[in-house]
């Protein structure tokens, strides 16, 4: 399970987009319309799996693929210092 750093990201709305910036290290990214979907579903705290489902039905793109890029989009997040591992 992943969660939102909030005691180090902000973020704003711009758009249709997302602009995420770090406070330790000031690196920001912008997120596209299914990475948007992503982040929300984050914030709800859903899992991997409900997530990618949601993905699935909004997109009309196959579970795995979806599962694929959820977890690259996972990884970035995590080196950017946006999400925490809750993993144990």
Do not use: P
Request: hydrophobic letters at 40%.
């Amino acid at each position: 399970m992943f969660t939102i750093d909030y005691d180090n990201v902000v973020s704003k709305e711009v758009g249709d987009k997302i602009i995420l910036m770090s406070l330790q290290t000031a690196s920001f990214c912008e997120l596209n319309e299914t990475a948007v979907c992503i982040w929300k579903l984050l914030e709800e705290k859903l899992d991997r799996h409900e997530i990618t489902r949601q993905l699935s039905q909004k997109f009309n793109a196959s579970q795995s693929q979806l599962e694929e890029d959820f977890d690259a989009f996972i990884r970035q997040l995590l080196a950017y210092g946006f999400l925490l591992n809750n993993v144990k």
